[in-house]
């Protein structure tokens, strides 16, 4: 685009208008109204090729911005990689690629291999594809199964859809892999359980699967630390400890998914972290580079990488390759994006803002009978909107999107469950930046505030 095109934004919304086909929305109403374009981002702030400002809430709409926009030391070193060495396929090294890899398992004690690929929904199915493997190779084809939980979410291609408890994200697209069976959930504010010790049962409910399909026959637990679209869900008191238990017992590999809650979201570098859990594979991506450049990662135990050392078998590699798993971009952009969460103290400040955000949600429950429950950890957190609290009915989603369009009238940005889980899209969601100030939640407070008075009377 010249100078000319770019000064003009009726041309940059024509094109996108004609041309961009975007991601998880209805292009119906483009026909008589503009899609939203933003052109520039500054620590929490973003601004639209309107010129309007909006306080971002939600890092860059899915959870990503870890570290805020604006970064020029990330956008300096990524352009120097680039000068030097841009790309080269990962059959072979590159400085980068060992240097973050070295410093991403200082940070994650008992996992030690780092296998590079360029999106969330990659590393997830690189972690099955190594399961599958492994069955393969060591058990005779017995173990191949992997267990997902309701609600849970692992990604948009066919195999991490086959692995999604989503059931509105994953209509229509199938029919899906075999071998992937669903777990419940474990949002005690929905129990399923009555009685105490919730965590525990919701635990046990995976054992009862496990014995239902056989122990011989599952590979795989594959679970977020804490649920991000299915409702930002924070497991109860028991869970994973229960969780740990299970797998150790019936020898099955524990697979945590760290997409959204990596580097820094929840208060500590992971969200397993919280918990005091070991898990055998953690995959990540969004957090790893805050957006800067395209970059995941599926990171191992030894004893995971060691099933794939056999020289005298042509097939005992791991046979997989990621082409953008490749660019020297991704792990230097990662590296400095860790820098910086290190020498700001961000995911301190995450654990102390993330105390704040839910006292003040809480003050909101206090004063909106809508509010059912708020729920999270770190920045990041939930709140389920319900029509009735003693029915727990859940809030009607066009009330519910509305009060987002509420608070976007307010000038800040927050999330909401879409078309995820039938009749249950009905949480508000949050993600700020882990640069979050006292004063930035204050004002995420009052948006909702807002929203919530004008929205649902």
């Not at 003009?8 to 086909?21: E, F, L, N, T």
């Not at 669903?182 to 105490?196: D, F, I, K, T």
């Not at 011989?216 to 969780?243: F, K």
């Not at 969200?271 to 957006?291: H, I, N, R, W």
């Amino acid at each position: 685009m010249d100078d000319l095109r770019s000064n003009d934004p009726a041309s940059v919304i024509a094109a996108d208008r004609a041309h961009v086909w975007h991601h998880l929305i209805q292009h119906k109403p483009f026909e008589t109204i503009d899609p939203r374009i933003i052109v520039e981002g500054k620590g929490m702030q973003v601004w639209d090729i309107k010129g309007r400002e909006y306080l971002d809430a939600v890092s860059g709409g899915v959870w990503t911005v870890n570290v805020g926009y604006g970064r020029e030391r990330i956008a300096d070193a990524v352009r120097d990689q680039l000068v030097k060495m841009c790309y080269f396929a990962g059959a072979s090294g590159t400085i980068a690629g060992a240097e973050f890899a070295e410093r991403l398992v200082s940070k994650m004690p008992g996992l030690s291999r780092v296998y590079y690929a360029n999106s969330g929904s990659e590393a997830n199915e690189k972690a099955f594809k190594m399961v599958r493997a492994i069955s393969a190779k060591h058990h005779g084809g017995k173990k191949s199964k992997i267990l997902y939980r309701d609600r849970d979410y692992h990604g948009t291609t066919i195999g991490a859809l086959s692995a999604g408890g989503q059931q509105e994200r994953n209509a229509r697209f199938g029919p899906f892999a075999p071998g992937f069976i669903e777990v419940p959930h474990c949002l005690e504010y929905r129990a399923q359980w009555e009685g105490p010790d919730y965590g525990v049962k919701a635990a046990d409910a995976i054992e009862e699967v496990i014995l239902r399909e056989g122990p011989d026959e599952i590979g795989a637990l594959c679970l977020e630390p804490v649920t991000a679209g299915g409702g930002c869900i924070v497991p109860p008191a028991g869970y994973w400890e229960r969780v740990q238990e299970i797998c150790r017992k019936y020898d099955i590999l524990l697979h945590i998914d760290e997409v959204v809650c990596g580097l820094g979201r929840t208060g500590t570098w992971f969200g397993y972290q919280q918990f005091g859990v070991e898990p055998d594979l953690v995959t990540m991506a969004k957090g790893v580079a805050s957006g800067y450049a395209a970059i995941s990662c599926c990171v191992t135990t030894e004893a995971v990488f060691d099933a794939f050392k056999d020289a005298d078998d042509p097939l005992g590699h791991f046979r997989d390759i990621s082409t953008f798993g490749g660019c020297a971009s991704g792990p230097v952009a990662a590296l400095e994006n860790m820098k910086i969460i290190e020498e700001e103290g961000l995911c301190e400040n995450s654990a102390a803002m993330g105390e704040y955000l839910m006292e003040r949600f809480r003050e909101l429950e206090a004063k909106h009978q809508v509010i059912g429950e708020v729920r999270g950890l770190g920045l990041f957190a939930g709140i389920e909107l319900v029509a009735d609290r003693e029915t727990r009915e859940p809030l009607a989603e066009k009330l519910v999107a509305k009060v987002q369009a509420e608070a976007l009238a307010e000038d800040v940005m927050i999330g909401a469950a879409n078309r995820s889980v039938p009749g249950f899209n009905n949480v508000l969601l949050f993600a700020p930046a882990l640069i979050a100030t006292r004063d930035d939640i204050d004002r995420i407070v009052a948006a909702v505030d807002a929203g919530l008075t004008r929205a649902v009377a």
